[in-house]
Each structure stands twice: as structure tokens, then as C-alpha cells.
């Protein structure tokens, strides 16, 4: 993508033209907040933003933006449930004029993809993650993905890993890497106040360090690597330590299997599980140090990306989409290093890491904490998020007509 990006214009061709994206719910998570920025660029640009969705936390916040909720069953699964949703979407595509369809998940986009094709307009999908295909049933169900007019992937290795599943996608992929948005990740932008007050919350004595986990409760994201480098960093003599667990909880057995998990490693004490964190920014401030410990390829890693957007010392598995959002020796000079990448499933590497990160002295901590900052600033920002991917739908459509 060009380095300059284009304004939010009113004169811009998709001002005037009404966009309906879908997406199961809006609760939390990053395609989910993809969503709302996608939204709130599109009010900026003079466009309509629809969103059709079950509903969740984030409609309150949508509707302030100036998008428009659609209640709708995009979250069923269900194959006769899901051909009724393709007329009830071509119908609501139909009464509100809508000229363009952007789909955020499979079990949706199969849906849209019906009312697309029967309504005759634009499709555009985003693959958000990278989708297991452990049958042949379950590699066409996720192909949906790779079948909209322009495929948008949230980074090169996704890129990658469509064209290698999908070849017939060549052509129609464009990466636009996910954004941060800069006004609310900003150390400057968090009162000393919002940290206190969730360091209360969370039990965190004044002389414990925070080593914070912010991803959601799930087996693929490295909980259990973390309980056990916890385990080797106390054995290292390193007792002024705390490991916030902060994220929403699948709904299984998994968050009571990591208490026992950590209980039977002896660190019950010192690793918390907090939930939902509703003040990320503050949260990541009050880290000292901020993992992303995942034994699976991240897609793109929007939690790296937002710890280094505070100035947070971060360490994640090189696993994925992680060698493009944080620089680390020996693939960059140690001088432009933002931040620790460690194979995955090691608590060995990733408890020495933890503890390199911890142990950086004021002035080298603060040189990390520009260098992160200032490449967040020039490659994952919300807006040159936004703006490319209103690039995107404005490649498949005719500027409005006047009037």
C-alpha cells in the first residue's frame, strides 16, 4: 500500500452509496472492532454503515458512531436456517438500497454470498483468521472466505496461506493489515488514575509487577505455556511478579482446567484470571511486561501490535502473522528491536524472554517504547486501515450518481 493514503472526503466515490457488512455478533474481539471502525469511516466518508449481527455489547457503541443495527441470525450455523437467511438478507439488502455486502465470518458469508449473487451487488469478505481444514467437508465450508469480488487478509501470511489453500482466489486478495486506533492507545491518553484503579481491581499489590495475557480464554492462545513459564520464573528467584489472565472465557471446561493447571503448578498465587478487561489501553500501560504466548499461527496478532502502540514490552510466539508486527533480531538489527519473538510451546524461551523484557534498564525501556510506537504509527493505524479498505469497496463501484 502507498505510504500517503487518501482523506476521508465527501467527494470520495463511496460517498453517497450504503454498506451492509455481517458478522454473527458484536460482543468483542477484533473483527468485531474492525467493524465499528469500517462504520465510523464510512459515516466520515459520507456513506451509509449497516450492520447486520444478533447484537452484543458493541451495538450501544455502533449506533454512536452513526451505524445502524440490523438485528439479524448471522450467527446460526444451522444449513436450513442459514438458506432462509439468504432471502431475508437479499430483502433487507433491497429495502435499504445497499450497494455493497462485506462479510466478517464463514457461517455469514456463506449467506451473503446467496443474497449477493441474487441481489446483484458487490461481495467483499475479510479473512480474519486462519481457519483449521482438518476435511475435505470442512476446507469448503471455510473456502466461502475466499470467494468475494476482492478478498481482504489482515496480513501477508494470511495472504499467503489463502492463495495456497485457494488458488482461484489469485487476483482478487489484497492485504490490509489490522489498525490500531492511535487516539486510544496513546500512553498519553491514560490517566494515572485508569491504571490505579484497575491495578485495584484486579488485587495487584503496589510492589508486584504485572506480566498481562490479554487474549481470550481458549487452548490455541499459550495459557498453559504461560502458567508453566510463571512457574520457571519463580523457581528463577523473580517473586515480585503477577500474571494477569485477561480475556473473555470460552464457554467449556478450559478456564477451570487452567486454574487446576495452575494450582498444580504451584502458582495459583500469582496468576489471576480477571475476565473481560473493559480498559485495554490501561491495562497494557500497567504491564511491565505483555505476552501473546499462542501455540497456534495468529492471522495477524492485534494484541503485539496494541502493546507496542502503548509502549509496552511485549513477547509472542513467532508463530503467524508475529515477524510482521514486531522486529526482532536476527531478522532486524538489535538497535530496531520492538519487542521478543520465541518458539512456540517453550516455557523455557518464553520465561527468559519475559525476564530480558523485565530487566531493561529506564532509558533502554524507554528507546523500546518510541521504536514500537513510532513503526505502529507508520503501519497499523486505524485510519490507513480504514482508508485502504475504503479503496477496496470503491474498486467495485461506480462513483454515486449526482443529485
Not at 433487507?92 to 445497499?98: D, K, S, T, Y
Not at 455486502?101 to 449477493?116: C, E, I, K, N, Q
Not at 510482521?324 to 538497535?335: I, N, S
Request: overall charge positive.
Amino acid at each position: 500500500m502507498p505510504n500517503t493514503v487518501r482523506a476521508f472526503r465527501a467527494e470520495r466515490p463511496i460517498a453517497g452509496r450504503t454498506v451492509l457488512q455481517i458478522i454473527p455478533s458484536l460482543e468483542s474481539g477484533g473483527a468485531e472492532r474492525t467493524t465499528l471502525e469500517m462504520a465510523e469511516a464510512l459515516v466520515r466518508a459520507g456513506a451509509r454503515a449497516l450492520v447486520a449481527t444478533e447484537g452484543g455489547r458493541l451495538v450501544g457503541e455502533l449506533q454512536a458512531l452513526g451505524g445502524e443495527f440490523h438485528a439479524f441470525p448471522a450467527a446460526t450455523k444451522n444449513p436450513f436456517a442459514m438458506a432462509a437467511n439468504v432471502g431475508r438478507l437479499a430483502a433487507l439488502i433491497a429495502r435499504e438500497g445497499v450497494d455493497l455486502v462485506h462479510a466478517r465470518s464463514r457461517a455469514p458469508a456463506w449467506v451473503a454470498l446467496g443474497a449477493t449473487r441474487r441481489a446483484g451487488v458487490a461481495f467483499v469478505t475479510t479473512y480474519h483468521g486462519v481457519y483449521s481444514a482438518n476435511s475435505a467437508i470442512k476446507a469448503r465450508y471455510n473456502s466461502v472466505m475466499a470467494m468475494g469480488d476482492r478478498v481482504i487478509a489482515n496480513s501477508e501470511f494470511t495472504a499467503s496461506h489463502v492463495l495456497e489453500r485457494y488458488p482461484f482466489a489469485a487476483g482478487k486478495i489484497v492485504t490490509v493489515h489490522r489498525g490500531v486506533d492511535l487516539r486510544a492507545f496513546s500512553p498519553a491518553a491514560v490517566a494515572p488514575d485508569r491504571v490505579r484503579a484497575l491495578r485495584e481491581k484486579w488485587r495487584a499489590p503496589a510492589d508486584q509487577r504485572i506480566v498481562l495475557m490479554p487474549a481470550r480464554l481458549a487452548r490455541r492462545k499459550g495459557h498453559r505455556v504461560l502458567i508453566r513459564a510463571a512457574r520457571l520464573l519463580r523457581d528463577a528467584g523473580r517473586r515480585d511478579l503477577l500474571f494477569i489472565l485477561a480475556g473473555d472465557e470460552e464457554r467449556d471446561a478450559f478456564p477451570r482446567e487452567l486454574d487446576r493447571f495452575a494450582e498444580e503448578a504451584g502458582v495459583q498465587d500469582i496468576v489471576g484470571r480477571v475476565g473481560h478487561c473493559e480498559d485495554m489501553p490501561a491495562a497494557l500501560l500497567s504491564a511491565a511486561c505483555v505476552v501473546a504466548p499462542s501455540v497456534a499461527p495468529e492471522a495477524f496478532g492485534r494484541v503485539a501490535v496494541e502493546a507496542q502502540a502503548m509502549g509496552a514490552p511485549v513477547v509472542a510466539s513467532d508463530l503467524g502473522a508475529a515477524a510482521e508486527t514486531v522486529l526482532c533480531p536476527p531478522a532486524c538489527d538489535p538497535a530496531a528491536r520492538t519487542g521478543w519473538l520465541v518458539p512456540p510451546d517453550s516455557p523455557e524461551d518464553l520465561a527468559a524472554a519475559i525476564g530480558r523484557a523485565l530487566d531493561l534498564g529506564a532509558a533502554a525501556r524507554e528507546a523500546l517504547a518510541l521504536r514500537a510506537r513510532a513503526r505502529v504509527v507508520e503501519r497499523f493505524s486505524v485510519d490507513r486501515m480504514c482508508a485502504a479498505t475504503l479503496e477496496v469497496y470503491e474498486s467495485l463501484l461506480e462513483p454515486a450518481p449526482a443529485g
